[in-house]
């Protein structure tokens, strides 16, 4: 079974930085895409960044790219999101995802684990 554990969030003025990670366990292979969503309530959850882990091929969505970088530390088995130029749009509980096999989805609908997610607060 896998398990993602996030951490890192916080809160930052706007123009700050963060950087999260997600730690990963019981993954059999590296067939695997990996995502980071976020959510304020009412909104539904959104993605931010998708990467296949065997590839590295990412995607990130137009509201932070060019200010968030995904990185990983296979020997940690932990996946970094480094976010620069916070804006208090940012503002979310950012959640760590895994989808096992071929497809990288921009909907939270086909992921098959989740993490508990991070709280991330950008002020003005």
């Known amino acids: 079974q896998v398990q993602l554990v996030e951490s890192g969030g916080g809160s930052v003025q706007a123009g700050g930085s963060l950087k999260l990670s997600c730690v990963a366990s019981?993954?059999?292979?590296?067939?695997?895409?990996l995502g980071w969503f976020r959510q304020t309530p009412p909104k539904e959850r959104e993605w931010v960044v998708r990467m296949f882990l065997d590839s590295g091929i990412r995607w990130y969505s137009d509201a932070v790219k060019g200010r968030f970088t995904v990185s990983r530390d296979n020997a940690k088995n932990t996946i970094y999101l480094e976010m620069n130029n916070l804006r208090p749009e940012d503002t979310a509980v950012y959640y760590c995802?895994?989808?096992?096999?071929?497809?990288?989805?921009?909907?939270?609908?086909?992921?098959?684990?989740w993490g508990r997610g991070t709280q991330v607060t950008v002020s003005s």
């Open positions: 995802a895994m989808k096992a096999g071929s497809g990288c989805p921009v909907t939270p609908t086909g992921w098959h684990f």
């Open positions: 019981g993954l059999t292979s590296t067939n695997y895409c």
